[in-house]
């Protein structure tokens, strides 16, 4: 954490992710430098300190929460004699074993293919510069170029896969703005509640765990709600700091269900000392995606944790911003269902026109 001073919460955070990939955290060990290490990231006092640690417990791998160029963990891996895996490729792991649609698997195999040719072409040219290219040619470059073929056909097809799913999703979603239903997605930092909150408003069994990214996929329901009718309520990929950028473009299909959203919640831990943070994170991303002016009512979640009461906050104009729940113990989810309806009033029922 490059003079990060909030460096313990992201060790938190990224002890959760590793858990969210199955693996059991055995230690963390934080190096505090200025700027990384050409060879090995990390210095070689924290070098020898976590080869020690490793050798001393029974660790199958090492997890960097930094991304690591192809030569830093051919070293790293080489000093531990273990496996070593970036922040990257563990994200991108943990998508893999998320996905559930044909649209997300779709999507993280083809941000792997992606990863995988970076690595490709920076191995080639660390190769390259290496041999100087004398008497060196052969087999070796000739299997390079043949991979980095094989994997450009490969991300080809997924593409066109792709896009014939995403014009599927695209008449789906006309349909439906056809009928005049609101839409509304919930957003929110990973670990907020959204796939429990999603849950306790439709009553349905979806998967809930103590991970980050138990939710991949957009999962979508049609609920029935006191003075606003029909909703469609969408639950979305959790947003996290630092997502490499080559996911948020792989994953941008996911999230234009979000920009397509009539209303948005957005999700917040009030029990997470580091909920301003990720206010602001998730906040940016919806920057990012275009979606930044569509109405939004903060839902605090988890209040049971904190000890608050259900509650609802107006602005100055009498517009509900805050929403106090609790998706576990589901309570002031009748006053997250009333807000919902006033906003349906707000927005206008003629939500389809409010779009085009
Ligand atoms: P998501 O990543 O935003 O979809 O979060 P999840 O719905 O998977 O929830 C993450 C964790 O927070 C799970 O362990 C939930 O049981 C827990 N959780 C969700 N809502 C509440 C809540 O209202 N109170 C408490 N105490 N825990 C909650």
């Known amino acids: 954490n490059f003079g990060k001073p909030d460096y313990q919460a992201h060790a938190e955070e990224f002890e959760m992710l590793a858990k969210g990939a199955g693996a059991e955290v055995v230690a963390t060990v934080v190096a505090k430098r200025d700027k990384p290490d050409a060879a090995y990231f990390i210095g070689s006092g924290k070098l020898e300190e976590a080869v020690q640690l490793a050798q001393s417990s029974d660790v199958d791998i090492i997890l960097f929460d930094q991304a690591l160029s192809p030569a830093q963990q051919r070293n790293l891996e080489r000093a531990f004699n273990l496996r ?13 074993l998320r996905a559930k649609s044909h649209e997300g698997k779709l999507q993280v195999e083809l941000a792997q293919l992606q990863h995988l040719m970076t690595r490709l072409t920076r191995m080639w040219t660390h190769l390259e510069r290496q041999r100087g290219g004398i008497g060196m040619r052969g087999p ?46 919930l957003v929110g930092y990973t670990n907020a509640g959204k ?60 999230l234009e269900e979000t920009v397509q959203a009539d209303l948005l919640l957005h999700v917040i ?23 930044k002016d569509i109405p939004c009512i903060l839902v605090y979640n988890k209040i049971d944790a904190v000890g608050y009461e259900p509650k609802i906050e107006r602005n100055e104009e009498g517009r509900i ?34 779009k085009n």
Do not use: C, H
């Open 84 to 96: 070593v895996v970036d922040r990257v490729a563990l994200i991108l792991d943990i998508f893999a």
């Open 140 to 185: 070796g470059e000739a299997q390079l170029e043949m991979d980095k073929r094989m994997i450009g056909d490969k991300v080809k097809v997924l593409r066109e896969r792709l896009s014939k799913v995403e014009r599927q999703r695209t008449t789906q979603r006309r349909s439906r703005a056809r009928g005049g239903t609101m839409s509304v997605s």
């Open 321 to 354: 911003v805050r929403v106090f729940v609790s998706a576990l113990d589901r309570t002031g989810l009748d006053g997250l269902r009333g807000a919902i309806a006033e906003a349906k009033e707000i927005i206008g029922n003629n939500v389809a026109s409010l």
């Open 269 to 291: 831990d009030a029990s997470s000392p580091q909920r301003e943070e990720q206010i602001l994170e998730v906040n940016k991303v919806l920057e990012e995606i275009g979606a």
């Open 195 to 254: 796939s429990t909150l999603f849950n306790a408003l439709t009553r349905a069994g979806a998967y809930a765990a103590d991970q980050l990214f138990a939710t991949l996929d957009t999962t979508t329901r049609r609920i029935w709600i006191e003075g606003a009718g029909q909703v469609v309520v969408s639950d979305t990929v959790g947003f996290i700091r630092d997502l490499p950028t080559t996911l948020i473009a792989a994953f941008k299909a996911t």
